[in-house]
């Protein structure tokens, strides 16, 4: 063989390998693919009547109503805030296994923890859809509960991998279902006060906190750390499964009241010569008042579409879930950092003992409960987009201003700071489940939160690292102190600037479906809504920046709605002529059926009658011979 073949060949070879590299990763992508749209599919919760009429009733005789869920799931959330306060936990947990309190293996059950809780939030939302929340506390709280027993065995055997697994996996895990479950329900709820159901939902885990602050130091010091563990996973387990007897999913609305979903495609674009004038009658009358009216007519038949109905892929990925996502970035960015550090920012920088600086942290969690609370009731007047635009424009000033107070060492300026951050901070977290719920609907709350949350998630994780990385290199490299102001100021500039950018963010999320629907134009690069006006990028070198005037604005979205209304009722005429066709069809198939049986009846008749007359016939010939 020729080495001009040889190559061929090994040429065909290796096209043939690539071939089936690039046909593997196809079926890679389309299993992947195939188990996105499967899991995130359109299903929703099913109940039998009987169960309906069950759930009309917590036990035996004692009627439901809607406003327990408020205390019952501030009694959910209380549990959880015990998570929070890990940080008690280490040095006695490296002290019973290593007997060294500075070991500092267990915290890294911590950002374990936090790890698979952002995993399992991106499965959560589906399934709770689908299940709804009495499963979701069953299967958080016996998750969450059964962490606290395997840190029990792991800390007792001496093993800290039992401790990583069984609580970090477990509590993860748990965390993620037992938070979401009493979220999305009240939102379902509770659509006449979306703002204060958001804010009940999630503000119990700041009393939690304060709770357990204060009261884990006496259960250690009373007992060790193996039955503090145990005591606490039976006190949650207990809560929380009670707590799931009482929740449950509003009843679904009669068939009369279901709406009906719209099907119609949405118009993309706007055409470049487009003409926004309603027909009239084609007649000689050229009576204003009758055009008029019949203008005005046509106005009115014009439906907007509804976007409550979007599907749960479309949802997550709109340009609305977008933006949110990086407003809820910058929004967690220093959360960890303010939540793991501030004793030691009271210590290391002001010279503060520990008792103040328990204080201090004791008091910020007051004020992280009342902004969930007050900016989620505030939201309801003011709105949600305006909400966030105060709480990010706050958190903007903070950090700028925290240097300079760093700087000179004012204790009551940074605690005021502090205290004002915790504020806010928990004000988008109080705002952010009715924002949700306003912008996709009550059906994908459960799905949106859950991805929404993994962004704060990885802020903190990623805030943390980042901050501890400079902080380590600065002390390092320079041998700078705890105490000097450079090791957080540098830190908190590129907080700063991570937070303007969702600051800036916050002003183009479009909330009205006028403007989260408004079509592009031909030769459009770039479109985007700032206080209800709309800016244009263009493709055009004189003039590439458009100011879309209130006139221009409603035309083009007049004729946005004429095609839609056109496309809706042409959709409509569709479905009716199917439906008369499929009526035709059947009719006729019945008519066939009804044909063939009086057909085969007939026949029938015919046979039994010449049986009857053959058959005397038969008899007489016998008597004959």
């Known amino acids: 063989m020729s080495p001009h073949n040889i190559d061929n060949t090994s040429i065909r070879n290796q096209s043939g390998n690539n071939s089936n590299l690039t046909n593997e990763n196809k079926k890679k992508q389309s299993i992947i693919k195939r188990f996105i749209k499967y899991y995130f599919r359109e299903e929703t919760y099913q109940r039998s009547e009987k169960q309906i009429e069950d759930e009309k009733f917590i036990l035996f005789s004692i009627p439901f109503n809607r406003w327990i869920l408020f205390p019952s799931s501030l009694l959910v959330q209380i549990c959880l805030g015990a998570f929070y306060g890990w940080s008690i936990f280490n040095k006695p947990i490296d002290t019973f296994i290593y007997n060294d309190p500075t070991k500092g293996k267990a915290p890294i059950t911590y950002y374990i923890t936090m790890g698979i809780y952002g995993i399992t939030l991106l499965f959560v ?5 689908r299940n709804g929340p009495k499963k979701g506390l069953l299967v958080g709280g016996i998750f969450y509960s059964l962490a606290h027993f395997l840190a029990a065995i792991g800390v007792y055997t001496k093993q800290i ?21 009493p979220v999305s329900a009240l939102q379902k709820w509770f659509p006449d006060h979306r703002g204060l159901a958001s804010g009940i939902s999630v503000c119990g885990l700041s009393i939690g906190s304060i709770i357990f602050s204060q009261s884990l130091i006496p259960m250690l010091n009373k007992f060790d750390i193996v039955i503090t563990f145990i005591i606490l996973g039976s006190i949650f387990l207990f809560i929380i499964l009670l707590q799931a007897l009482i929740f449950r999913l509003p009843p679904p609305p009669p068939p009369t009241q279901t709406p009906t979903e719209i099907t119609t495609e949405i118009p993309t674009e706007i055409p470049t010569e487009m003409s926004t004038e309603i027909p009239t009658p084609s007649n000689n009358n050229n009576n204003e008042e009758i055009i008029k009216e019949n203008i005005k007519i046509n106005f009115e038949i014009l439906k907007e579409p509804d976007l409550s109905k979007m599907t749960i892929i479309k949802s997550i990925t709109s340009y609305e879930f977008r933006i949110l996502y990086i407003m809820f970035f910058a929004n967690g960015v220093c959360s960890n950092i303010i939540s793991s550090r501030l004793s030691n920012f009271i210590q290391d920088i002001f010279y503060k003992d520990a008792s103040t600086a328990s204080m201090v942290v004791s008091v910020n969690s007051v004020f992280n409960f009342f902004g969930r609370i007050l900016f989620a009731i505030i939201s309801e ?35 005021s700071l502090i205290w004002l951050y915790s504020f806010v901070y928990g004000g988008g977290f109080g705002v952010v489940p009715a924002f ?39 002390r390092n490299h320079y041998h700078y102190n705890v105490d000097n102001p450079i090791l957080y100021n540098v830190n908190f500039y590129w907080v700063a600037c991570v937070i303007m950018v969702g600051w800036f963010t916050s002003f183009l999320i479009p909330v009205k479906i006028k403007y989260r629907l408004y079509p592009p134009i031909p030769n459009q690069l770039l479109q985007f809504t700032i206080f209800n006006r709309i800016f244009r990028l263009l493709k055009n070198k004189k003039n590439p920046f458009e100011l879309v005037s209130k006139e221009k604005e409603n035309e083009e979205w007049n004729h946005f709605l004429i095609n839609y209304n056109q496309s809706l009722e042409n959709n409509n005429n569709n479905n009716n002529n199917n439906n008369n066709n499929n009526n035709n069809n059947n009719n006729n198939n019945n008519n066939n059926n009804n044909n063939n049986n009086n057909n085969n009846n007939n026949n029938n008749n015919n046979i039994n009658n010449n049986n009857q007359i053959n058959t005397p016939i038969s008899s007489s010939n016998n008597k004959t011979i």
Request: glycine share 12%; net charge neutral; with cysteine.
């Open 161 to 181: 991998i039992i401790v990583y697994i069984g609580y970090g996996i477990c509590s993860g895990i748990g965390n993620a279902f037992t938070y979401l479950s």
């Open 436 to 474: 949700l719920t306003d912008l996709f609907g009550t059906k994908n709350i459960s799905t949106c939160h859950a991805v929404i949350l993994t962004s704060w998630n990885l802020s903190g994780v990623c805030g943390g690292f980042i901050f501890t990385g400079i902080y380590d290199s600065l």
């Open 381 to 415: 007047k003011l709105g949600r987009r305006e909400s966030f635009n105060i709480i990010l424009t706050v958190l903007v000033i903070i950090f700028w201003l925290i240097t300079k107070i760093i700087t000179d060492h004012s204790f009551g300026g940074f605690i």
């Open 125 to 129: 939302g589906p399934w709770l859809e």
